[in-house]
């Protein structure tokens, strides 16, 4: 086996291992839902039933993204950002993003 799937089985090994200490699983919220590599990304992690996806999405990119990488979306939460019922939510990503980020220079 070469170093890089070693490498990504002992990742993945103990992904499952925090996931199973855990009674809900950690939640994976992401910003470009349309994004092939974002797409298979949750596809994989949601296969394994290592955290709940959610993907942002813009105006409806994401089912014809996913139509068009062969990804079934259909187990993840899909959020248009563009909708503005999800004002509030938006902000409070927002909000969570930049307190994660604001130690390394991030601003609002």
């Known amino acids: 086996m070469d170093k890089r799937k070693e490498l990504m089985k002992t990742i993945l090994a103990r992904a499952k291992e925090k996931v199973k200490a855990t009674k809900k699983k950690p939640l994976l919220v992401l910003c ?30 994401v089912p014809g993204a996913a139509s068009q990488y062969n990804v ?12 503005q019922k999800n004002d509030a939510l938006k902000k409070e990503l927002a909000d969570v993003l930049f307190k994660a980020r604001e130690n390394k220079g991030m601003t609002l």
Do not use: P, T, Y
């Open 32 to 61: 470009e839902g349309w994004d092939e590599r974002g797409l298979k990304a949750a596809e994989f992690v949601s296969k394994k039933k290592i955290a709940r996806i959610v993907l942002l999405d813009q105006g409806g990119k």
């Open 72 to 83: 079934d979306v259909s187990r993840f939460e899909i959020i248009d950002i563009k909708d």
